[in-house]
């Protein structure tokens, strides 16, 4: 079947503007997961959605990331008033959920420069 | 806290050539699951091998080999018979057994070693 999807694949903006990048996970997976992966360094844990809920919002590192998730699929991850420390790529991935042996499956991610 | 230390940024193997990639953990717990993932410039993060801690045989699929050593905190790759398409950065990770309150395994990420495959 399918895997995980992302767009745009490819992001520049101007700092200031507001960007929304988009993930559609593998049908049927619950959980589904947002990293950021900056220059140089391992992937950053942003949030975690169950479902359509984000119980676990710890990663995201200010008040200008917000992320939704609708209908138990398709999730976006909203930056807003873009700075060029956001220039990162963001990836996305899901997972079936409540399986013993849980394994995250990665989109091809979103790579976001802010000028 | 878990960390993941991947200590060699980049690592050149000569095609056929066996190569090996490091990577050590810290944690406190006694069941978890450590991963080799392997991204591509195309950026999809495929993985590679997954290693149950409570399991004292290594893990294996194909070309590729884990050599685990649990009192060592030790989890290295072993890529054998080396081909040009396993040049790609290289990341190994921790999940613990256990879900957080919120409900999800946290993954810990070392920060990637990149393999060239030298024709």
């Known amino acids: 079947g399918a895997g995980v999807s992302q767009s745009p694949s490819n992001k520049v903006t101007e700092k200031g503007k507001d960007v929304e990048l988009r993930c559609d996970p593998i049908?049927?997976?619950?959980?589904l997961y947002w990293y950021r992966q900056s220059l140089g360094q391992g992937l950053e844990f942003l949030i975690y959605?169950?479902?359509?809920?984000?119980?676990?919002k710890s990663g995201l590192p200010s008040d200008r990331f917000s992320a939704e998730r609708t209908g138990g699929s398709v999730s976006t991850l909203t930056i807003q008033r873009t700075q060029q420390e956001d220039s990162a790529v963001y990836l996305c991935?899901?997972?079936?959920?409540?399986?013993?042996?849980?394994?995250?499956?990665f989109g091809p991610g979103t790579r976001l420069l802010v000028l | 806290a878990q960390t993941v230390t991947q200590s060699q940024p980049e690592m050149s193997v000569q095609e056929a050539e066996t190569v090996t990639l490091s990577c050590t953990y810290d944690?406190?717990?006694?069941?978890?699951?450590l991963f080799w993932y392997k991204q591509p410039p195309s950026r999809q993060m495929i993985l590679v091998i997954r290693?149950?801690?409570?399991?004292?045989q290594n893990a294996t699929e194909n070309r590729f080999s884990v050599n685990f050593q649990k009192a060592a905190k030790s989890f290295s790759l072993k890529i054998s018979d080396s081909q040009l398409g396993d040049a790609a950065m290289y990341f190994c990770?921790?999940?613990?057994?256990?879900?957080?309150?919120?409900?999800?395994?946290?993954?810990?990420f070392g920060t990637g070693t990149r393999l060239k495959v030298l024709a």
């Open positions: 990770a921790y999940r613990s057994a256990i879900r957080w309150p919120s409900g999800t395994y946290k993954y810990i």
């Open positions: 049908s049927g997976h619950t959980a």
């Open positions: 959605f169950q479902g359509n809920s984000a119980p676990d």
């Open positions: 290693q149950e801690a409570y399991k004292q």
């Open positions: 991935a899901s997972s079936p959920e409540l399986a013993t042996q849980e394994t995250q499956y």
């Open positions: 944690t406190s717990e006694s069941d978890y699951y």
